[in-house]
């Protein structure tokens, strides 16, 4: 049973060029949530997917957008990227009736911008 | 002040050791609270979950809640080597994914 899926693992962009990060969630999971965490810190919470809507967001700019699709697979964009956007983008999945805990984090995609 | 405070360490103990990490929160809210183990450049792993107050035991791992006092901690027994990473608490308000994480302890069990 493959777990949540995360591409690229590692990319690299420079200041104001556009990204997307690709997620496949755990099987039989319908929720996706996607987290920034910088060096250092704990991962912040960006927004979350589900039945292919934004259900939450967290204080970050409208320069991050997502999406997800039938499938429940997601993308995170980031246009316009700054220096501070630098960080491991985690997605986790979860099913909708979460009430146990059971939120499961991929690898990450490693973004630098320069 | 942050929602939620923890201590980034890093923690050395010696292997056989009994570790304790701790998190402290100013949002009364919330019910649930987590316990993750990252290893350098992977995703967080569960390692503990509870609900409201009280104690949870797995293995070497007890997970206690002080919601009252608004202080969570994990105590790791005869911790290993294997145990080394850096360990974030997590909260949240009732039935929802927008987790609240500490900055993460570092710790290290050196044999």
């Known amino acids: 049973d493959a777990g949540v899926t995360q591409s690229p693992t590692h990319l690299i962009k420079t200041r104001g060029q556009q990204v997307t990060l690709r997620c496949s969630p755990k099987s039989g999971h319908d929720t996706v949530s996607w987290y920034q965490q910088a060096l250092g810190q704990g991962p912040q919470f960006i927004f979350q997917?589900?039945?292919?809507?934004?259900?939450q967001r967290g204080n970050f700019p409208d320069r991050f957008s997502g999406h997800q699709f039938p499938n429940y697979s997601s993308e995170l964009n980031v246009n316009a990227l700054l220096l501070g956007d630098s960080a491991l983008y985690l997605c986790a999945s979860s099913l909708s009736d979460w009430n146990t805990g059971e939120l499961f984090f991929g690898e990450g995609s490693r973004l630098t911008v320069l | 002040q942050k929602e939620v405070e923890q201590d980034p360490g890093p923690l050395s103990v010696p292997e056989g050791a009994i570790v304790s990490l701790n998190c402290t929160y100013s949002n009364s809210a919330f019910q649930y609270f987590m316990w993750y183990r990252q290893y350098s450049r992977k995703g967080p792993e569960l390692l503990m979950y509870?609900?409201?107050?009280g104690n949870k035991e797995d293995g070497r791992f007890t997970a206690q809640v002080d919601k009252s006092s608004k202080y969570i901690s994990l105590f790791i027994r005869d911790s290993q080597p294997s145990d080394s990473a850096t360990y974030l608490c997590a909260m949240s308000e009732y039935f929802t994914d927008k987790l609240i994480f500490g900055t993460g302890t570092r710790l290290q069990v050196f044999p």
């Open positions: 509870t609900y409201s107050s």
């Open positions: 997917y589900y039945e292919e809507e934004e259900r």
